[in-house]
């Protein structure tokens, strides 16, 4: 749906340098573009866990990611992260937030809405019942290689970065993905050079309308 126009959390992204390049000639053609090029180690598959956790928080509503969020965060500034190895799992849940009169409410409430994120996970995957999650995975953002259902995801090399919650408070994770910028002059001339490696408006996209805007345009 992304490729096509329709707004999603996600950032669409490209595993080819020499297509981000092409997109980066779009636009008014005497303006300057600009791209980058992401650093990392880690490329989540479409089955991941992780994924599918992050993806998940699009069932609750801003004030259920609020309250997921500050649980979040008091579980990790707790006695709890290093007991539970950093990590928030059904014990934890059951036999601490429901149980310890220390807890506060709001704690209280943020691991109910935590537990509803879970139920949302396993609608898609069931094996979430027994899970064992990462506490800051959730405030962290990943790139994604998802599962390649069309032409022009296959042809644009199509990859995502998802963010976990309210990712504008915790942009630490984009830093450290070392992302490196390059800006774009003489966008025709890169254009022309890009054609010459089979880069263009008709292998990009792949379409009969766009094969044929490119046709026309030569």
Known sequence: MQHYGYPTRLLDLTGNPLVALYFACGGNIEDNGRFYIIKTDE????????ALLLSSLSHLNKSQQESVYNFLCDFIESKYYEVYNKRINSDFVHKEVKVDSDIRKSDKDGGFQFERLIGEAMRERSAFLNYNTV?????????VRPLIQNERQKKQDGLFLIHGLFGERHINDLKKMDAVCFDVENKKNILKE???????????????ENRVKYLDSN
């Open 135 to 143: 506490a800051t995975d959730l405030l962290s953002s990943f790139i």
């Open 43 to 50: 490329i989540l598959n479409y089955d991941s866990d992780r």
């Open 194 to 208: 890009l054609d010459l490696l089979g880069i263009n408006q008709a292998s990009i996209f792949g379409d009969l």
